[in-house]
């Protein structure tokens, strides 16, 4: 027998149709997507419809970007034969060691923000990259030994900009990036250093082995994250150091490793067993600087 008691049918109706509820599910879901978004987000794959003020678009606006000095991150170009001035932007980008990604028109109008990029994006470094030397300068000036944040493959530029806070808030005298399979100097990156960026100096090298070799003939040595490495806290990290860190999953790989002196993993006490990238770079800068003020006592 069917309950036709109206009281109970205005109650049941409610519970279907709260809009209230339905518009905070829906902004809940929205929020968890963007935020699964961010973490994954590069610069390849980015929101298309967000601005981006050092995003360059067409062949002669590239051009000129680069004959003005400016750094380009990475370069898309339309894939097919390079005629004209295709094959001005393919020298400059060759002479420069940007790296280049042909896509399908329907990729490139993707990512272009004003439909007239004539098969040529550019995504250019939102801030100028410093020198070695600039590094050792700023270590000279403070009276302390050099350290250094080298970083393997790092490709989330939030991982990026919050290793740059934290290097600057540590005491480290610059961060180093290589040019291929990393992320650089985006937007996005420095607004998450919450303003160290324009503190801490980060150095773009081609080859990042070959560059620890000539800061081995400078004096450095070098620590780098592993989680089958040695506890940190039974290393003694003093000294010209350069610590370095990898991506997260793959860590830092086997040709940066076996050019490391040691490494170091971060005791763990829970159930899971690894942290974000930044977060064990912070844990470890601090080490470094505990031991640093020790010694100085």
Known sequence: MQDRRPGKDRRSERQVSRPGKDRRNERQDSRRGSTSLREGRSDYNRNDNEPDENRIEGRNAVIEAY?????????????????????????????NHTPV?????????????????????????????????????????????????LLDQIEDPHNLGAIIRTANLAGAHGVIIPRDRAVGLTATAAKASAGAIHYTPVVK??????????????????????????????????????LVIGAEGSGVSRLIREK???TASIPMKGEIDSLNASVAAGVLMYEILRQREIREI
Request: contains cysteine; proline residues 3%; neutral net charge.
């Open 67 to 95: 004959r003005a000095g400016r750094t380009i991150e990475k370069l898309y170009l339309l894939e097919g034969p390079a005629e004209g001035a295709m094959q001005t932007v393919l020298r400059l980008a060759k002479d």
């Open 101 to 149: 990604r042909f896509l399908s028109r329907q990729r490139l109008d993707q990512l272009s923000q004003t439909g007239k990029h004539q098969g040529v994006i550019a995504q250019a470094a939102a801030f100028h990259y410093a020198e070695i030397d600039d590094l050792f300068a700023k270590a000279a000036e403070k009276g302390e030994d050099p350290f250094f944040i």
């Open 205 to 242: 090298v081609t080859n990042l082995s070959r560059t620890m070799e000539e800061l081995k003939k400078r004096g450095l040595w070098f620590v780098c994250a592993d989680m089958d490495g040695t506890p940190m806290t039974r290393l003694s990290m003093t000294g010209p150091i350069g």
């Open 260 to 262: 490391c002196d040691m």
